[in-house]
């Protein structure tokens, strides 16, 4: 069916088209345009802007979904059409792709770009031309991707498809100011492509390391699960420096801190409480198959103190909450007579927890990206988490407001029901954590008899911790 072209001429909110052209510059090559209108109603003023896809990251699915489009047009506040130009790709290609970024655009890049201003004014709506022949700004993709490889695809009954990639990035380094070469392994949603849900750092394994020269593609890699490298991990785990007295009372009375981590992704927040602060971790996740990936290519391990549960996180809360009340010290019998949480392996859920770390988003990306969902700042949940905190307990959020109006009523919500509420600044333009306690204690962050403290500092930069600040009422 022929395409209309006066379909363009006006703003049509959510509305996505996708075609392929001739390219203008090469007779035996397509080209993919993407036509994305914002589902945010337009100002008074709409911005209409276009993007070239980098060279050879056309199947990515940023630049190959839908999702991925709404992304990009939500980080560039105020657009209400974005239009896509790249290389036609083949759909469904499953062969393992490696990536390595071009040293520069290629002439055939530049030819295209040139000349692509008659297509940008034909896919503009009329209101632009008012005042004459308007310019379409042309956006620039940019990021730290060096190389890549999807190394594993999938698809959960709760997230869908998903995906595994070995990546080679441009890691700043905080000490020179300068960058240095860094290998990861990502975990990333199809529903939200533009959003890392677990990235850890991966070194070559030495079963097959045999030369200085390391590529992806080129050697096996395995999970180093020393360091926190994912934005907000290591000022989640600040939090705890909030508390630390009170752990360090508890590990010299000889128990063993208890965290509940809610949203699992490739586990790296839990394997790194359990292996670097001897936590006892539970962590709950209501996808099996992101369990699965986690425990084959992110090194989660089941152990004594190790506890993974398979459920929707908000009603597991909510079950320990009445457990907690009703049957603080019920056998594994009387949890399944009544229907409440039990772990797998038999263990009861029969002590309350020293800190609850929430890494949970919501689903529905139409707004942009927002963390935790609306469905955790209901009263009964947050009571319900605050039931199964110990009495000196925080509650560890990662946030992701956004707008105003959602983090003031977000503070609202915790202020309402918990103590005191502080706040970490992640430094990347876009997360924050939230920090909810029990009670109405400060405690010294400073003193250096508290071992726990002091292991805590070493795992994790101390700028985190001496960055918590205290929101007022």
């Not at 492509?193 to 020269?213: C, M, R, W, Y």
Request: charged share 20%; glycine share 6%.
């Amino acid at each position: 069916m022929a395409l209309d072209v006066a379909a363009f001429e006006s703003i049509c909110p959510s509305r996505f088209i996708t075609f392929t052209i001739p390219d203008p510059t090469c007779a035996d090559s397509l080209l993919r345009v993407a036509v994305l209108d914002s589902p945010v109603p337009a100002s008074e003023s709409p911005l209409v802007v276009a993007m070239f896809v980098p060279e050879a990251r056309e199947s990515d699915w940023i630049f190959s979904t839908e999702w991925g489009h709404l992304q990009l047009l939500f980080s560039s506040p105020g657009v209400s059409r974005l239009i896509l130009l790249g290389n036609q790709f083949k759909e469904g290609d499953s062969s393992p792709t490696i990536y390595h970024r071009p040293l520069e655009s290629s002439s055939h890049r530049k030819e295209l770009e040139a000349c692509s201003k008659p297509l940008l004014l034909a896919l503009s709506p009329k209101y632009l031309f008012k005042n004459g022949i308007p310019e379409v700004p042309i956006l620039s993709y940019e990021d730290n991707l060096v190389s890549s490889v999807v190394i594993h695809k999938c698809a959960g009954c709760v997230v869908g498809e998903m995906l595994v990639e070995d990546v080679e990035i441009e890691s700043e380094n905080r000490l020179g100011g300068c960058y240095k070469r860094e290998f990861r392994r990502r975990l990333r949603f199809k529903r939200m492509p533009n959003l890392i849900q677990t990235e850890i750092l991966i070194v070559p394994d030495a079963k097959d390391f045999h030369s200085t020269g390391v590529r992806i593609g080129g050697v096996k890699f395995v999970p180093d699960l020393r360091v926190l490298v994912h934005p907000y991990l290591a000022p989640t785990v600040a939090s705890l420096s909030l508390i630390s007295e009170y752990i360090e009372g508890r590990i010299q009375l000889g128990f063993r801190p208890k965290a509940l981590c809610l949203g699992v992704g490739g586990g790296a927040l839990h394997s790194f409480l359990r292996n670097q602060l001897d936590f006892e971790v539970t962590g709950v996740d209501a996808d099996k198959e992101v369990l699965k990936v986690a425990k084959r290519y992110f090194g989660l391990e089941d152990s004594e103190f190790m506890h993974v549960v398979v459920g929707d996180a908000i009603k597991f809360v909510k079950k320990l909450s009445h457990q907690a009340n009703w049957h603080p010290m019920c056998s594994s019998a009387t949890c399944e007579q009544h229907g409440h949480c039990h772990f797998p392996d038999g263990e009861d859920v029969n002590n309350k927890f020293d800190v609850i770390m929430v890494d949970l988003d919501s689903s529905d990306v139409r707004s942009g990206i927002s963390a935790p969902p609306v469905e955790f700042l209901r009263k009964n949940v947050l009571l319900a988490a605050k039931s199964v905190l110990s009495e000196l307990g925080i509650l560890s959020i990662n946030v992701i407001s956004p707008s105003r109006s959602f983090y003031c009523q977000l503070v609202h919500h915790f202020q309402e029901h918990f103590a005191e509420l502080y706040k970490i600044d992640v430094g990347n333009g876009e997360n924050f954590v939230i920090i909810a306690s029990v009670s109405p204690h400060v405690f010294s962050v400073g003193d250096c008899n508290n071992s726990f403290l002091m292991r805590l500092k070493s795992v994790i930069p101390e700028a985190y911790i001496n960055s918590i600040t205290k929101i007022s009422d």
